[in-house]
T-cell receptor, first 118, second 115 residues
Framework: AQTVTQSQPEMSVQEAETVTLSCTYD???????LFWYKQPPSRQMILVIR??????QNATENRFSVNFQKAAKSFSLKISDSQLGDAAMYFC???????????????FGKGTKLSVKP | DTGVSQDPRHKITKRGQNVTFRCDPI?????LYWYRQTLGQGPEFLTY????????KSRLLSDRFSAERPKGSFSTLEIQRTEQGDSAMYLC?????????????FGPGTRLTVL
């Protein structure tokens, strides 16, 4: 079974600085997708960034970028020029893309709570 | 595009009562998912539908839980004989299947408290 591990329960960053959130996963599949979701306090979960495992190029979305290391099964999220609105829980998630695999569900880590200091 | 909506947003019930939650997906999305999130944890998958067909169910979905999506649009999740351990946030998500790269969009959730 696939698992997702986020080893940092809490992180803090100064406004305008850069922070990196860690995520590792375990799978025997070769084809899958990885996601970072953001869940602000009392608000719904929104997608931050997505990475297809077959793509070597790291995904970027404005101030958000990932460092995808397939061999190491690592998928970290870098937030540049941090803003107060970035404060939230961040969840790393895995989804199978293999035929016969569980293609429906996302498997989430426990999350990292990010605080942004003004 | 009004996003995924869920109703009610909060539900307080007594142990042993039945509760039903509703999820309305984004209108053109053919897939609908249910997750459960407890405090300090990431969401855990319960079940998902493609159109009206329920394609996968988690072992977490005991026989007290039932989900339906009768016309391939909105979905309901019913919990019978609620227990205190059912207290959690129930999240709904939807996506459109475009050959394997679909992204799930989440609703605001229904927070269930079982007294």
């Amino acid at each position: 079974a696939q698992t997702v591990t986020q080893s940092q329960p809490e992180m803090s960053v100064q406004e305008a600085e850069t922070v990196t959130l860690s995520c590792t996963y375990d799978t025997s599949e070769s084809d899958y997708y990885l996601f970072w979701y953001k869940q602000p306090p009392s608000r719904q979960m929104i997608l931050v960034i997505r990475q297809e495992a077959y793509k070597q190029q790291n995904a970027t979305e404005n101030r958000f970028s990932v460092n995808f290391q397939k061999a190491a099964k690592s998928f970290s999220l870098k937030i540049s020029d941090s803003q107060l609105g970035d404060a939230a829980m961040y969840f790393c998630a895995y989804r199978s893309a293999s035929y016969g695999g569980s293609q429906g569900n996302l498997i989430f880590g426990k999350g990292t709570k990010l605080s942004v200091k003004p | 595009d009004t996003g995924v909506s869920q109703d009610p947003r909060h539900k307080i019930t007594k142990r042993g009562q039945n509760v039903t939650f509703r999820c309305d997906p984004i209108s053109e999305h053919n897939r609908l998912y249910w997750y459960r999130q407890t405090l300090g944890q990431g969401p855990e998958f319960l079940t998902y539908f493609q159109n009206e067909a329920q394609l996968e169910k988690s072992r977490l979905l005991s026989d007290r839980f039932s989900a339906e999506r009768p016309k391939g649009s909105f979905s309901t999740l019913e919990i019978q004989r609620t227990e205190q351990g059912d207290s959690a946030m129930y999240l709904c998500a939807s996506s459109i299947n475009t050959g394997g790269t679909d992204t799930q969009y989440f609703g605001p959730g229904t927070r269930l408290t079982v007294l």
